[in-house]
């Protein structure tokens, strides 16, 4: 190499460097990632004392599919808190939980005056009054949380409308992780939002105890107006600062490329912020709002995000943002981990076990929805999995290769002490992927079916969407490896960020990229309810001759099929793996060898994480009843002698 292109070579490096070394301080996102077709421009007003917000917007929406519409729809999700009469209250009150509130707790939005312009030289349609409360979903006339505004003009593809809406929300003592306690206020699905046009027609589900939410792509430039000195966390970034004459002060966040916009003040929050760097990625400004009780964490927080960052980073794709902003929600608002553009709340206690996961899991998680919901759009109202079992995959990928080893910790005296067992360390298939909460409720609902309509128990929902999914994502990285399926997430990262995908989206590429059809599997694990269950029934070896004669019966005794290895092992030590293709009910395997068989397995290496029942994918000859006689005895003894000591120390 010549030194002239050595230099040019340089100047290239530095110039990437620089590039990479300058992140995103005003929220722009250059080139455009996004379609931008429902941006939203807010003016809001938080009054602590009434616990109100009153403001505008303008939206200026696009119609980006092939099909004519003659309505708009918007999600009001704060009317589903208005009574207990909404779908999302009737649905948790089915599922058991039941929410006490005084009249003041309960929210709603009241939206008062729309003005709808289709054009330039539109002077504006007020149209507050057609605008009408609708319920797709399921009829429910007490709903309120899908409002229907019809169109004077239909609006074809490429045509588009600029909607004014003025609305006042009362905050609810949180709900759904959302509201207020004391001068602690997050603030999440609190405008009036448009819901999603599909070529299909709108997608604009009602608010559902155990959905999230689905929105198209924009731009959001939005000012909050809160009292004095009150720090704001918010998504995007904070472009101007403005103190007002009566004592409160109105912040200007603006962002690129996001579908959604959350916010949270309080007067309690210690502002913090420290810097992501990597050599191949863009860096990232990260911010932390954090209870003043917790300040001992925050590096605890930090290294989680950071983790997230990096893995998420080198195995999907870069986080473009250039800032991620973190909020660790107040002592008992309710409001949990949740995941929004560039912000996510996280979740800790005051007392915290070094080498627990806590607060460390839900950080990850949440951040790792920047991924697998932020950028990737998918509809979290119909497909769950692909937000919640994608991203529980991935968090637990990246737990296990930057926290372990971590250790189980339980919390007492009505959860204020934590205490960590260092016996017991996270594994990343039981505990990560939860499984136990796979086998609790493996056949609640068909994942095919759209997750709004599961059965609304935390229980049966988190077993579909969350742990099904990353257990048979988890089972395809052991049975592809992890360098394919590495690779089948970036191109699905790749490929569908800033956009919407459907399940047959991610099937699609699974397939393309690693060249071997898996319909059969996402047949089964997403399009059925099956489980799968391979158990070893008998195992015999009887001396014939010289020899042995051994004979193993391996069953499937569910109704889902996978490939398993068979292992048998002699008492010589000698060792036989088979493969079997799992397709029929049983299958025997028998073998002549100068040794005893001593036991026989089913899937030895833990392939299938999906089988409900591992008790039974192993049988051995060699009695093992004595060493459970000796285990128990021990354990009863140890027992004995500690309460003999009680009592004589009490004595
Ligand atoms: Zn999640």
Redesign the pocket.
């Known amino acids: 190499m010549s030194r002239a292109c050595c230099l040019a070579a340089c100047a290239v490096f530095l110039a990437a460097r620089v590039a990479l070394a300058q992140p995103s301080s005003t929220g722009a996102v250059a080139p455009p990632r996004s379609p931008r077709n429902a941006n939203y421009v807010i003016d809001a007003r938080l009054d602590p004392a009434t616990r109100t917000i009153t403001a505008s917007e303008i939206i200026t929406w696009r119609n980006i599919t092939s099909r004519t519409v003659d309505d708009l729809r918007f999600h009001l999700y704060w009317n589903a808190w208005r009574d207990t009469r909404s779908t999302w209250l009737r649905e948790a009150t089915l599922a058991h939980v039941r929410y006490d509130r005084r009249p003041d707790e309960w929210s709603r939005v009241d939206v008062g005056r729309l003005i709808l312009r289709q054009d330039q030289d539109d002077p504006g349609t007020d149209l507050t009054a057609r605008a009408t409360l609708i319920s797709p979903d399921d009829g429910n006339v007490e709903d309120g949380t899908v409002m229907r505004v019809p169109l004077p003009r239909a609006v074809g593809p490429g045509g588009g409308a600029t909607i004014e809406i003025t609305w006042t929300a009362h905050i609810p003592r949180t709900f759904a992780r959302t509201g207020a306690l004391g001068n602690f206020f997050f603030i999440a699905q609190w405008f009036p939002k448009l819901g999603v046009l599909q070529n299909d027609g709108w997608n604009c589900h009602q608010f559902h105890s155990g959905t999230?939410f689905f929105a198209d792509y924009g731009v959001y430039d939005v000012k909050l107006t809160v009292p004095h000195s009150w720090p704001v966390g918010a998504t995007g970034v904070e472009r101007e600062r403005r103190d007002n004459a009566d004592r409160t002060t109105t912040h200007r966040y603006y962002q690129e490329d996001v579908h959604d916009f959350s916010w949270t003040t309080s007067p309690d929050y210690l502002d913090l912020t420290e810097r992501f760097e990597h050599p191949r990625l863009p860096p990232v400004e990260m911010r932390l709002l954090l209870q003043p009780e917790h300040a001992s964490q925050a590096r605890r927080h930090f290294d989680a995000t950071r983790e997230t960052l990096t893995h998420y980073g080198e195995w999907f794709g870069a986080y473009p943002y250039g800032h991620i902003t973190i909020v660790d929600p107040a002592y008992q608002s309710d409001v949990d981990?949740?995941?929004y553009p560039t912000l996510f709340t996280a979740g800790t206690r005051w007392l915290v076990a070094p080498r627990s996961l806590t607060p460390e899991s839900v950080t990850m998680?949440?951040a790792?929805?920047q991924w697998w919901?932020g950028m990737v759009g998918s509809n979290e109202f119909e497909d769950a999995w692909m937000?919640?079992g994608v991203?529980?995959f991935s968090t637990a990928r990246v737990e296990g290769v930057s926290f372990s080893p971590s250790y189980l910790a339980l919390r007492y005296f009505g959860g204020f002490v934590p205490y960590a067992f260092h016996d017991i360390a996270v594994s990343r298939e039981l505990d990560r992927n939860r499984m136990g909460l796979y086998r609790a409720a493996p056949k609640s609902d068909l994942p095919a079916s759209p997750s709004y309509g599961y059965f609304p128990s935390r229980v049966a929902r988190n077993a579909i969407s969350?742990a099904k999914t990353a257990l048979w994502l988890n089972t395809l990285e052991r049975h592809l490896g992890w360098e394919t399926l590495q690779r089948i997430m970036a191109s699905y990262f790749s490929r569908w960020q800033f956009n919407h995908p459907r399940p047959s989206d991610f099937f699609e590429t699974a397939s393309a990229v690693s060249g071997r059809d898996l319909g059969w599997f996402f047949d089964q694990v997403y399009r059925s309810s099956n489980v799968f269950d391979y158990g070893v029934e008998d195992l015999q070896s009887t001396k014939e001759g010289g020899s042995y004669r051994t004979s193993a019966v391996i069953r499937r005794y569910g109704e889902a099929m996978f490939p398993v290895g068979v292992r048998v092992t002699f008492a010589d030590g000698e060792r036989v793996d088979q493969q079997w293709d799992g397709r029929d009910r049983w299958k025997v395997y028998t073998y002549d060898r100068p040794s005893r068989a001593v036991s026989a397995q089913v899937d030895p290496d833990g392939v299938l994480l999906l089988d409900i029942d591992s008790t039974n994918n192993s049988r051995t000859l060699a009695p093992r009843g004595p060493r459970a006689a000796t285990k128990w005895s021990l354990k009863w003894m140890v027992w004995l002698q500690d309460l003999l000591l009680n009592w004589a120390a009490l004595a």
Request: hydrophobic content about 5%; cysteine-free.
């Open positions: 999230e981990g949740m995941e998680h949440e790792g929805h919901y937000d919640e991203n529980t969350y």
